[in-house]
């Protein structure tokens, strides 16, 4: 039984290490975001559309890690 809680342990700080990445890369790319929109408003639209699509592939990531720390 000691066995099964220390597997369970393991994939929760599994999952919580896959998730640093991501989580660290979103908030680049919103710093990015954020300064790009300030040093040119007019091209607002384009970077948030651009920031959402790196946004959602990081999410990805972050989602795949979920997965496999409960398949193993």
């Known amino acids: ?3 099964t809680m220390v597997l369970a342990a ?3 700080v ?3 290490l896959g998730a640093i990445g991501p989580g660290i890369g979103i ?3 919103c710093y990015g975001c954020c300064v790009g929109t300030a ?3 007019e091209l607002q639209g384009r970077l948030f559309t651009n920031f ?3 946004a959602a592939l990081a999410e990805a990531l972050a989602l795949i890690g979920f997965v496999l720390a409960f398949i193993m």
Do not use: D, S, W
Request: glycine share 22%; proline share 6%; charged share 15%.
């Open 39 to 41: 040093r040119q408003p």
């Open 52 to 54: 959402i699509l790196g």
């Open 14 to 16: 599994g999952y919580g």
């Open 27 to 29: 908030g680049i790319a």
């Open 1 to 3: 039984m000691e066995i």
């Open 10 to 12: 393991l994939k929760v």
